[in-house]
């Protein structure tokens, strides 16, 4: 079946711009994870969404940081008045919760975002 | 503190030259150890997940196993389609993500 989608795959913007970045995770997943990866570090949490319930924002580094999963399905991660540090390959994974057990997280191909 | 740290950095083997790749980690309460790996542009693919120390998986050429404070990622004969970065990472219980490690990037020489 299809994996995780994200689109755009590369996004330019101007420093000062909002920027929304989608992912479209695995169908039938109900677990949803945003993640950053800057040039030669590690990948970054950001925020996780389960179901209907309040998604886990506590890897935010801003409030220019926001993100929305509507539906149980497609989310959407919008920035802010971006930054030049914002300047990453953000990672959308989905994995199948099923409750108790560790879940093994699939991800996208990433948006590679660059903040002139 | 929760940390992940692998080892090397870097690692250039020829084709046929086995080796080992490191993931050191500090966690209570450890729920989960993965590995995967990332070409280039892409995302991570998974490889294996590890529950308990003593564990061992096994895929191709690639064999992970884990103790209490580590974890290997055993590459036997590698072949060049075998370059690529590999990413540790762990998953506590009561956490919602996973801690990644640094990753080490591997280079297999033909």
């Known amino acids: 079946g299809a994996g995780v989608s994200q689109s755009p795959s590369n996004k330019v913007t101007e420093k000062g711009k909002d920027v929304e970045l989608r992912c479209d995770p695995i169908s039938g997943h109900t677990a949803l994870y945003w993640y950053r990866q800057s040039l030669g570090q590690g990948l970054e949490f950001l925020i996780y969404?389960?179901?209907?319930?309040?998604?886990?924002k506590s890897g935010l580094p801003s409030d220019r940081f926001s993100a929305e999963r509507t539906g149980g399905s497609v989310s959407t991660l919008t920035i802010q008045r971006t930054q030049q540090e914002d300047s990453a390959v953000y990672l959308c994974?989905?994995?199948?919760?099923?409750?108790?057990?560790?879940?093994?997280?699939?991800f996208g191909p990433g948006t590679r975002l660059t903040v002139l | 503190e929760d940390q992940v740290t692998q080892s090397p950095e870097a690692l250039r083997l020829q084709e046929g030259e086995s080796s080992s790749l490191n993931c050191s980690y500090t966690v209570s309460g450890l729920r989960g150890l993965f590995w995967y790996r990332q070409d280039p542009g892409k995302g991570p693919e998974f490889l294996f997940t590890?529950?308990?120390a003593g564990e061992e998986k096994e895929k191709e050429r690639l064999k992970a196993t884990l103790t209490k404070k580590e974890s290997f990622l055993h590459i036997t004969a590698p072949k060049p389609e075998d370059s690529a970065t590999y990413l540790c990472?762990?998953?506590?219980?009561?956490?919602?993500?996973?801690?990644f490690g640094a990753g080490t990037r591997l280079t297999v020489k033909p």
């Open positions: 969404f389960q179901g209907n319930s309040a998604p886990d």
């Open positions: 990472a762990v998953q506590k219980y009561n956490n919602n993500d996973m801690r």
């Open positions: 590890l529950y308990s």
């Open positions: 994974a989905s994995s199948f919760q099923s409750g108790g057990a560790t879940d093994t997280q699939y």
